[in-house]
């Protein structure tokens, strides 16, 4: 038998992904008397950290712990969570249909993107069973626990200089490691030098050190750099490919590109936040970005009940 109406709009908002933006959405627009469903697969992009920095009263607790109190104090409100993948997802003539991994169809007035980015490691040898512990890719996460230490950049041309210098901030020892001829513009080279950031470019064969942290980086002709720190440059990707799906504007620079305020995508009723519109990517952003599209979920949906 073919749904009822009311069985196809059982959700005002569907929100795929309950990381730091997911949660921080359904928060708002549960307290808006929204019925909202939230779909996650629980790939969060920062697994791999012990601890999360930079987080207005949460620095220094587990990013696991973030979600569970996010969890917990959506209790009172009429959303429901369900640990499962949104495989597919089609706009129809006032509404979203999704479909869940084992073919259930439910449908929403509103759709919001959460799916958060997957990054993309060095091919390294030694180097993910470090990163999260002794290699990092973000300083303003993890640059404070870093400070004074002996760091190492990985990283080639421009992007490899920029993080360099960055790394400066935090510590006069650093390192750029090329992986390989550097062939920097002279301009690059003479900067680097006036910062006293040496630039070695041997080719890596491995990392080496103990229970995940970083004792030195190792040459292909078996010699050795101490250094007790890496930051490298990840290659990011969408954790999804359901803004696609739908026709919104990706670029690989900015994400999944909000075009209208509060986070309005290029498809009316398609809202995105966090990590997979590439804005600054911290926690505390996703949280921001989700409330402000939840802000404007809520105003459209206003619009369209109260016209
Ligand atoms: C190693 C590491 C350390 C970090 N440390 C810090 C830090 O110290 N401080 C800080 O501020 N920031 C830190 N960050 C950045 C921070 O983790 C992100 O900015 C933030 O978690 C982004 O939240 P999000 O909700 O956008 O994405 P995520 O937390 O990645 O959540 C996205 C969710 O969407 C789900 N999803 C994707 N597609 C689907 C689908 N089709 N169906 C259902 N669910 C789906 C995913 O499985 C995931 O559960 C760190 C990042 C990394 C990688």
């Given at each position: 038998m073919p749904p009822s109406r009311v069985d196809l709009l059982r959700y005002d908002v569907i929100i795929v992904g309950a990381g730091t933006a997911g949660l921080s959405a359904a928060l708002i627009?549960?307290?808006?008397?929204?019925?909202v469903l939230v779909c996650n697969s629980g790939r969060y992009r920062n697994d791999a950290a012990q601890i999360m920095h930079g987080f207005l009263s949460r620095d220094g607790i587990p990013p696991a712990e973030l979600r569970r109190i996010g969890r917990e104090q959506l209790a009172p409100y009429d959303v429901e969570i369900?640990?499962?993948?949104?495989?597919?997802?089609?706009?129809?003539?006032?509404h979203f249909e999704v479909t869940l991994e084992g073919g259930e169809r439910l449908?929403?007035?509103k759709l919001l993107l959460a799916t958060g980015l997957v990054d993309r490691l060095p091919e390294i040898s030694g180097l993910p069973e470090m990163y999260g512990k002794s290699v990092h890719h973000c300083p303003y996460c993890d640059?404070?626990?870093?400070?004074?230490?002996?760091?190492?950049?990985?990283?080639?041309?421009?992007?490899?200089?920029?993080?360099?210098?960055?790394?400066?901030?935090?510590s006069k020892d650093v390192v750029l490691f090329s992986d390989g001829p550097a062939s920097l513009p002279e301009a690059d080279a003479a900067r680097?030098?006036?910062?006293?950031?040496?630039?070695?470019?041997?080719?890596i064969a491995r990392l080496e050190g103990k229970d995940g942290m970083l004792e030195r980086v190792v040459f292909t002709d078996g010699s050795a750099v101490e250094r007790?720190?890496?930051?490298?440059?990840?290659?990011?990707?969408q954790g999804s490919d359901l803004a696609r799906k739908l026709r919104c504007k990706v670029t690989d620079e900015r994400g999944v590109e909000p075009a209208y305020k509060h986070e309005e995508t290029t498809v009316d009723g398609v809202f995105v936040a966090g990590d997979a519109s590439k804005d600054v990517l911290l926690a505390i952003m996703a949280a921001a970005?989700?409330?402000?599209?939840?802000?404007?979920?809520n105003c459209a949906l206003q619009e369209e009940d109260l016209a």
């Open positions: 627009l549960g307290r808006c008397r929204r019925r369900r640990d499962v993948t949104v495989v597919d997802v089609r706009a129809a003539a006032r449908a929403c007035r640059g404070w626990e870093a400070r004074d230490r002996p760091i190492g950049v990985y990283g080639q041309g421009c992007t490899g200089v920029a993080l360099a210098l960055t790394m400066k901030t935090w680097l030098a006036r910062h006293e950031i040496a630039v070695r470019e041997e080719r007790s720190v890496l930051f490298v440059k990840t290659k990011q990707e970005e989700g409330a402000d599209a939840a802000f404007g979920i």
